[in-house]
Structures are given as C-alpha cells and as structure tokens.
C-alpha cells in the first residue's frame, strides 16, 4: 500500500532559494537487547550434543524472534537471509540456548518464516491471551524472554495456524524443558492446556468492543494486534468499518511480486517460463507488463537463482506504479533522491534503453553498495551513478539540475505493515512528527534539484494522510509558485 505524489514544477527564484532546516535524517534506533524487560534470560551453557528430540522449526522460530525482539534485528532481514540456510540458522541456536537440533529442510524453513511472522504480527493478541491466563499479571509481566517466545508460537499454532493441540503443547513443552529447565515445562503445559480447553468451548477470553471511543480502541488494538495509537488515528480518519477492514488486511499473510529484468532483455514471458519449470505458482500483474504476482514459493525462486543471476527481481507493484509515473524516457537524467535500497533505481533505468543517466543518492553507504553490485548483474550499471550524501546537503552544495526528481519520502510505512511484520511495534505516535518534519525538509530540497519544467514526484509508503496531502499542502503554502498536482493516486497490493 503506498501514496504518490506528482507534481509539475515551474520554479521560481524563491523556491531555489529555499534552505533545508538542521534536522538530520537518520534511521531509527532499535533498542538492544535487555533481559531486564522480561525477568532474566536462561543462562549461557556450553554446547551440547546434537538434540533430536526437539521440534528444529520451533527451536529457530524462538530464537529468531528473540533476536527481533531484544536484539535489534529485522523480520523482513532474517527471513531474506534464512532461505536456504538451515545451518546458520542453527548455529544461532546453538549459542542461544546450548543445543542444536537436526538441521532444518526446505518445509521447516517454510514454517519458521511462517511461524515467526505470524507471532510478530498477532503478538498483542497473544499477549493478552497468555496474560489471562496466567495466575496474575505479575506472572505474565516478569516472565523470562525465551519462555515467553515459546509460549507465544505455542498460542500462536492452536488458535492461528490450527495445527493438532495435542501436538503443539508436546512440543513446546519439550522445548521449554531442554532450552530451561523442567519447572518451565510443565508451565507451558498448564497454560497452552488450559488454552485449548478454552479454545474448544468457544470461550477464549477476548475483549468485547464497547463503552467509549478509548476503551473501544483498546479492544480493537487486541483483537487486531496493533498498538492503540494506530487504531485511534485510523478510526479518526478512515472510520471504524474501514479501520478495522485495514487491519485485516495488515493482518493476511503476504503477497509477492517479481518483476522481470527486462534492462537484461527478459521478457515476463520469459519469468513466466521459468516459473512454470519451476512449478511455482502465480497469476499476472493487472496493472504492470512486467511483473508476476506469487502467493507462495519465494524460497523457490531464491534457491534456483533467480534473483542472483538478474532474471528477476522482488518488487512490489505499488513501488512499480511509482515508476510507471515517472516514466522514465531515453535520454533523461532523472534524481532517485532516497534511493535505497534501490528497487525502483533498478526499474527506472531498465526503461532508459541504455541511454540517459540516473543518480541514486542515499545516506546509507552500505546500501547503496549493495545496489551498485546489483546492478552490474542486471547490467544497467552504466546508467546508474550512486551518491552517499544527505539529499539536503547535496541540494545546498550543488547546481545540478534533473528532468525528473523521485522523492521517495522516509515514512512511518504505514502502509506496508503486512509485509514488515515488526514495524507496527516499532512505530510511537512521537515518530509522526519528526518523519513529517524530516519530509517538508526533503521536498524543499529536492524541488531545488529540478529543472524548470520537470517533474517533482513525491511518494511515501505510508496511507497516513499527514504524510501524504498534509505534506503536499504544506509545500505549496511555503512555496506559493506555480505548481500543479499532475496526479494524486493511491495503491493497495
């Protein structure tokens, strides 16, 4: 889901002259890892031999969301790099909880993936579920990370997944008994025992929406597991039918989309051969002639080495859309302004028919080194000119004029909470004003950059309209010039 913005520029003297504000543009910090948030970790033991008895999905799933959670590290990151290495996974394992299991098989990856981004995005849900049912809140409240991690997949197999209770309670118990100690065993098997006795009289002890607008959100934020100040905010702007419709839908597993290189001369005709040979289900874009939509077999595609030899690359058809308005023609040189991690880079010059010139600017050096080896594979490389610098900084510095200027706004990313499992619970309300700030300060610059004539384009990856029209309205009361919005369109994917 994302918001786009586009704008014609007619630049005036005053509008050059607009200078950037102090406010630095920098990544959020994720906080590190602190056993004092949840009781004290398990202490560290020294390896021990190979453990067949443990269920090896569960075993990684705990410590992936572990390390998400109090480590610092990404949903989205981990499952990019867990496909098809089942033994890093496990050496993660080995040094978390003291065992190895046996090393997991394609389906075991399937389920972790599955497993981890299920508990992420239901972890308010199950929270209240496993605190109800604890003797008292205390209980829940100074409840050791690695237990609670696995009585969060337990909870979240039973009521989510459906998988045989009888199953799901036998293994997490041994999981909790080999990974802590047998006291913590017979805990989770008191309470995922007592959830499913629960669950088979229909009597689960959930929330009911009533009394007033906040204690409505409350429950609201629980049955759909977003923090509250998100379902105040969508309540407040889209209305109750249409805020609870969204959080479905940031609740529904996730879809993919594969966009054919055709800067490589691969045609989708061509994705969809290979797809098709490699059994890998999927269905045309309606909106793109480059782009394949699949639901499942991603793992597929990244084991036969589509990604890595340029055939295809993974790419949302909202991000798609955003080029399709650039339109990117022979011959233009055109500013990806916040480029990383370089997927529309990539696209934009795969139109350019190896003539015109795209600079990709982005303050992560990392990153924009990643996109420079990507695109030697997609062999648009000569098209593509990496900046690491502050697009702000650069606006001041440098007289360099574009045809086409992409803003691709730092966002709260609103719209993507379907596919960034974690983000709704690193999101305060605190955020929305320094991101809007940080934008207001990254479109004055940018519209600094375009020649008279040329075309601003503004797109976030958020639905908030704070992001979105508040900040085009706001750059046209700072920038009274002629300026005319070309298009205002909004995505769901």
């Known amino acids: 889901m994302a918001q786009l913005l586009t704008f014609r520029v007619y630049l005036s003297a005053e509008t050059q002259k607009a200078s950037p504000g102090s406010f630095k543009r920098t990544q959020k910090t994720r906080k590190p890892f602190s056993p004092d948030r949840r ?102 409240r100074n409840m050791e990370p690695l237990l609670l991690q696995i009585l969060r997949i337990g909870v979240y197999e039973i009521i989510k997944r459906d998988m045989p209770p009888y199953a799901v309670v036998d293994e997490n118990v041994r999981l909790a008994k080999v990974a802590l100690r047998p006291g913590a065993g017979d805990f989770v098997n008191g309470i995922l025992r007592k959830l499913v006795s629960l669950k088979e009289k229909d009597a689960l002890p959930l929330p ?52 054919a290189n055709m800067g490589r001369g691969i045609t989708r005709s061509d994705l969809v051969e290979r797809l098709n040979s490699l059994k890998v289900p999927h269905e045309l874009s309606l909106h793109l002639e480059e782009f394949v939509r699949i639901k499942t077999g991603l793992q597929i595609v990244v084991q036969a080495g589509l990604l890595k030899e340029g055939i295809c690359s993974v790419q949302d058809e909202s991000a798609g859309l955003i080029v399709s308005v650039v339109k990117p023609q022979p011959g233009e040189r055109i500013m990806d302004a916040c480029a990383a991690p370089g997927g529309k880079t990539l696209f934009m010059a ?125 750059f046209l009361e700072r920038h009274p010039v002629r300026i005319f919005i070309a298009h205002l369109l909004s995505f769901r994917c």
């Not at 709704?424 to 929305?432: G, V």
């Not at 320094?434 to 207001?440: G, P, R, V, W, Y």
């Open 39 to 140: 009781g004290p970790v398990a202490p560290s033991r020294k390896p021990q031999n190979l453990n067949l008895e443990v269920s090896p999905h569960r075993a990684v799933s705990a410590v992936r969301l572990m390390r998400i959670e109090y480590g610092g590290a990404f949903a989205d990151l981990l499952n990019e790099k867990g496909k098809g290495s089942g033994s890093n996974e496990m050496s993660y394992v080995e040094r978390t909880i003291g065992f190895r299991t046996r090393d997991l098989d394609d389906r075991d990856l399937r389920l972790v993936t599955d497993v981890v981004g299920g508990t992420i995005r239901w972890r308010r849900y199950l929270d209240h579920l496993i605190g109800s049912l604890c003797h008292n809140e205390r209980t829940f």
């Open 208 to 259: 009911k929406v009533e009394g007033d607008d906040r204690a409505q959100a409350r429950a609201l934020a629980t049955l759909h597991s977003h923090p509250v100040w998100m379902v105040r905010r969508w309540v407040k702007y889209l209305g109750l039918d249409e805020a609870t419709k969204l959080m479905t839908w940031n609740n529904n597993d996730p879809g993919f989309s594969l966009r």
């Open 350 to 474: 795969s139109c350019l028919k190896g003539q015109g010139m795209i600079h990709a600017m982005d303050v992560n050096e990392g990153r924009l080194r990643i996109l420079g080896e990507t695109a030697k594979s997609h062999q648009v490389d000569g098209l593509i000119t990496t900046i690491h610098s502050d697009l702000r900084v650069f606006a001041e510095t440098n007289e360099v004029q574009y045809d086409k200027v992409l803003l691709d706004a730092p966002c709260s990313g609103l719209g993507v909470l379907s596919k960034r499992a974690d983000l709704r619970w690193n999101r305060k309300l605190e955020d929305m004003v320094e991101l809007t700030k940080l934008q207001d300060e990254l479109l004055d610059s940018a519209s600094k950059l375009v020649k008279h004539g040329g075309v601003l384009i503004y797109s976030t990856c958020s639905i908030d309209p704070e992001e979105n029209e508040g900040r085009v309205e706001a």
